[in-house]
């Protein structure tokens, strides 16, 4: 049995069906600096031990367009 969601009004949804400036794809993109600056880390942790799929996690975060960022 699948729970029934509450729709939310129109005025709060972003394109992708969630809030204006929450990224609610399959690959989540770091909203905030902060958070984009924990993902360059991240790449050139990954760059510096080879880990080739954590690279690519990492571009793939970085990549856009995010339907969130219509909203900032």
């Given amino acids: 049995m699948q729970r029934k969601r ?3 009004p129109s005025s709060e949804q972003s394109p ?3 809030a204006p400036g929450q990224c609610h794809c399959l690959i989540y ?5 902060d ?4 993902v360059r880390d991240k790449l ?4 510096r031990i080879g880990d080739y ?3 690519q ?3 793939a975060q970085l990549a856009g ?3 969130a960022w219509e909203h900032k």
């Fill in 57 to 59: 996690l990492a571009l």
């Fill in 65 to 67: 367009p995010c339907p």
């Fill in 29 to 33: 993109h770091p909203q905030t600096p």
């Fill in 16 to 18: 992708s069906g969630g």
């Fill in 44 to 47: 050139a942790y990954a760059r």
């Fill in 6 to 8: 509450k729709p939310r």
């Fill in 53 to 55: 799929v954590g690279i």
């Fill in 35 to 38: 958070e984009r600056q924990q």
